[in-house]
């Protein structure tokens, strides 16, 4: 209800302020140019749109936690950057045997936990011990190949049933967070970690804290405080930048560029992001049911015309987004082409089609227009339905109930959802899923990557869902500040490198 | 007197029994519950069935309805799914940011009300009464999240005077920090209501120009103005305090909305963010809370009414 107002009011706001920038000729400096050397004490305010409902770590999914504690506050034992390249977190180094059967990991010495107790092998164990018998907590099911874990001194020895090329990958993720064992923490309002950072503060409602951790085992961060405020209203963010309350807007408004560009020293800056807004069909009933006119769909949607509206991202054409293994331009599956698109409903005998498309409101109404207009142009009554965001994850995702539906899908290399029959994208093909277990089991990885291009391929042309596309991921940052990451920051926002000069 | 006031706590009471289960239904009738958002779209049907069967959501609904009003009866408003925090305690500490941006947004509006209320109805007729009640119709009708917005590009992007947005972290411990954090939003929601009640208490006070005991006042030498100000005031307070109760019922919508424009963590922000998450047993409570808290002010505004009107006093 907000969100509709806010959208509404913003339009009449911006061009409002626009008017009145023309009578002011002092505006606010916001942050001061930066002329001296980074204070490494500094204390640094980044905007952030979704709150997590807690902050435990084991449990609660979502990328809102991920941002905010993997990497700063919580480590596992390897980590990625922001171009998804797998790296050392808390092991050194790490052994694939030939037969991808057997991972050895080196542990790091000196390693300790935020209350001053050392990282031992066997708080590894535990970890992922835990992790895989806990179907509670997230990821469990990605540890379901191991069948054992062990430990000898500093190494410890993850034996698996088969192959899994995807293992290193979700090691960087959830279900490799190392935890204390037996930690008595209260997980969901405090975290006791390994990482360069210490939760300081979690000011429900308003911001979380993090400091610096004195006794961190690696190089200690570049700052003595991070503070992430969550705003929820992108004008409310611009607003904040400009009277200098924020050092970094992520989640950045491209359209407001200009705005915050007149507000001094502000630098808006483009990065890639695997996060991409799929339209899902549901495929289980008449008529999309039928390739052709989940085709016609596909042709009927102006992807270009969707990425200028939106004012940054890039057109996708498959399930695979371009930082992603496996990636290739799939544009010749599915051109722009109204006629194309009326001749294939056409022949699948459809006409008077009526669609409804369910989304989560807090989309805005943008996409919903485009979509309206193209399909109409092609014969297909479109009726947006913009439902709060847990009644989407209940009647589209758990229960299916729906024709048509877009979401963002942030998480990177997600390709195991097209070869899961049972989730909500209604895709079943066992070629599909035979070819992405084949993945999963190769152990060369150019082999792996070749084998989901294939498959990625098949699901682009079977017209399984339309990509409408892939975002960039676009921060606003204030002029003093360096090491902020710019690949990605939906995912993930590892804040070592972070600087500020004042 | 006593009886009335007896008989009008009973009913207070009853609604409070009421609002309870409708609220109770009513939040159970929402698609969705917090196990499948905690569990998220990579979710699998498993961890949902397993974080739901923790949480204890698998219990009948009556029995969950009798736990809930068996803890209140004790002063137990239930905990939080995702925190575990108990909702009393988590009321308590948004209601500090809340509770005086209420105050300070009803002070705001009653500033801008009463006296430009009065004087516009004073000067009925003329170009500047006209432009004051015009005016307030024009204001009313803005959208709060706009008039906040204008407020914030003036006063802390220009001017620089005030902040954008937020709450201090050490909260009152910083009180000048934390009173200035909230002359924005209290200012926003103040201006909308303000309008509202400038309306009502103009159309009040003409009201009380035409009343037979102002004329004689009038007649019996008080200017037509001193003899309002004197005979005709009190009763527009009266008929203020009356619109009172809907007045705090329209800064509670206000605060929800404004805490979210302005990132201030009171009730107003809890609420839209544990709806968001499902957090069944929060939004129950601080909606309970919320309900109750604006049939109390009916309660006394019924109260205050009648032991100040002398003739509903002579009714009873």
């Not at chain 1, 935020?114 to 992922?128: C, R």
């Not at chain 1, 037996?182 to 804290?209: H, K, M, R």
């Not at chain 1, 209203?233 to 930048?241: G, H, K």
């Not at chain 2, 109750?292 to 100040?308: A, I, N, P, T």
């Amino acid at each position: 209800m907000l969100r509709r107002t806010a959208l509404a009011a913003t339009a009449l706001f911006a061009a409002s302020a626009l008017v009145l920038a023309g009578c002011t000729s002092t505006a606010d400096p916001g942050p001061t140019g930066a002329t001296g050397e980074p204070n490494p004490d500094a204390s640094v305010a980044i905007r952030l749109v979704l709150e997590p409902g807690n902050l435990d770590i084991r449990q609660t999914t979502g990328a809102a936690l991920d941002q905010v504690l993997i990497d700063n506050v919580y480590q596992g034992l390897v980590s990625r950057t922001t171009d998804q390249e797998i790296v050392p977190a808390l092991a050194s180094d790490w052994e694939v045997s030939d037969d991808g059967l057997t991972y050895t990991f080196t542990l790091e010495e000196g390693v300790t936990f935020h209350d001053g107790q050392e990282l031992t092998a066997q708080d590894v164990v535990w970890s992922l011990q835990t992790r895989k018998d806990t179907p509670e907590w997230a990821d469990s099911a990605r540890l379901a190949n191991v069948s054992s874990i062990t430990a000898d001194g500093q190494t410890v020895t993850l034996t698996l049933a088969q192959p899994d090329s995807s293992l290193l990958w979700n090691l960087t993720g959830r279900a490799g967070i190392i935890l204390k064992e037996g930690d008595t923490v209260d997980y969901q309002t405090a975290a006791n970690g390994t990482g360069p950072f210490v939760l300081e503060e979690w000011q429900q409602g308003a911001s979380i804290t993090l400091t610096r951790n004195d006794a961190y085992w690696g190089d200690a961060a570049g700052v003595g405080e991070v503070v992430f405020q969550y705003i929820a209203e992108d004008q409310a963010a611009v607003n904040a930048a400009a009277a200098g309350e924020v050092d970094v807007l992520t989640g950045f408004d491209p359209n407001l560029t200009e705005q915050i560009e007149q507000n001094g020293d502000w630098t808006v800056v483009l990065g890639t992001a695997t996060d991409k807004s799929v339209l899902a069909m549901n495929s289980t009933a008449a008529p999309l049911d039928d390739q052709r006119v989940r085709q016609a769909i596909r042709q009927a949607i102006d992807h270009d015309a969707i990425v200028e509206a939106v004012g940054a991202g890039q057109t996708l054409y498959g399930p695979i987004p371009e930082p992603d293994p496996g990636y290739e331009d799939l544009s010749d599956t599915a051109p722009y082409d109204p006629e194309a698109a009326r001749a294939l409903l056409e022949e699948a005998g459809v006409d008077d089609l009526e669609l409804t498309l369910t989304i989560p409101s807090f989309y805005g109404t943008t996409i919903p227009q485009i979509l309206v207009s193209n399909l109409n142009e092609v014969g297909i009554t479109l009726e947006v339905d913009a439902v709060d965001f847990g009644v989407w994850v209940n009647d589209v995702y758990t229960n299916k109930d729906y024709e048509l539906s877009y979401v963002n899908h942030a998480e990177p290399r997600d390709f195991e959802n097209w070869a899961n029959p049972d989730y909500y994208f209604t895709y079943d093909n066992p070629e599909v899923q035979d070819l992405y277990e084949q993945s999963l089991r190769a152990t060369d990885e150019a082999e792996a990557d070749a084998l989901l291009a294939e498959a990625a391929r098949i699901v682009a042309e079977d017209a399984a869902a339309d990509w409408l596309y892939n975002w960039a991921g676009v921060s606003a940052v204030a002029t003093g500040i360096d090491g902020m990451p710019a690949d990605n920051v939906n995912a993930r926002l590892d804040l070592s490198e972070l600087t500020k000069s004042e | 007197m006593i009886r009335y006031a007896l008989t009008r706590g009973a009913l207070l009471l009853l609604g409070l029994f009421v609002a309870s289960a409708l609220i109770f239904l009513t939040l159970r009738v929402l698609p969705g519950d917090v196990a499948q958002q905690i569990a998220g779209t990579n979710g699998t049907p498993e961890q949902v069935a397993a974080i739901r069967e923790s949480l204890g959501l698998n219990a009948p609904l009556w029995a969950q309805y009798v736990d809930w009003i068996g803890g209140v009866f004790r002063g137990d408003l239930g905990t939080s799914l995702y925190t575990g925090l108990t909702v009393t305690a988590e009321l308590a500490e948004k209601a500090r940011v809340t509770v005086p941006l209420g105050i300070l947004s009803l002070l705001f509006a009653l500033a801008v009300s009463v006296p430009l209320g009065v004087l516009s109805a004073l000067r009925r007729g003329r170009a500047d009464g006209t432009a004051l009640s015009v005016g307030a119709q024009a204001l009313a009708a803005v959208p709060v999240v706009w008039a906040g917005m204008m407020l914030v590009v003036v006063f802390a992007v220009w001017l620089g005077w005030l902040p954008a947005q937020g709450f201090p972290r050490g909260g009152w411990s910083q009180p000048v920090d934390a009173l200035r954090a909230l002359i924005l939003p209290a200012l926003t929601i103040g201006i909308i209501e303000g309008a509202m009640l400038l309306r009502f208490v103009r159309s009040a006070t003409l009201q009380a120009i035409g009343q037979d005991y102002v004329r004689t006042a009038a007649a019996k030498g008080l200017t037509r103005n001193a003899a309002l100000i004197r005979h005709g005031l009190p009763n527009v307070g009266l008929s203020v305090i009356s619109v009172l109760g809907l007045q705090v019922a329209g800064i509670v919508v206000g605060a929800v909305i404004i805490e979210q424009l302005f990132s201030l963590p009171g009730i107003g922000r809890m609420l839209v963010n544990d709806v968001d998450a499902r957090d069944l047993p929060m939004v129950q409570g601080e909606l309970l809370i919320l309900t109750g808290f604006v049939l109390l002010v009916g309660f006394l505004v019924d109260l205050v009414h009648r032991l100040l009107d002398p003739r509903q006093r002579e009714a009873a």
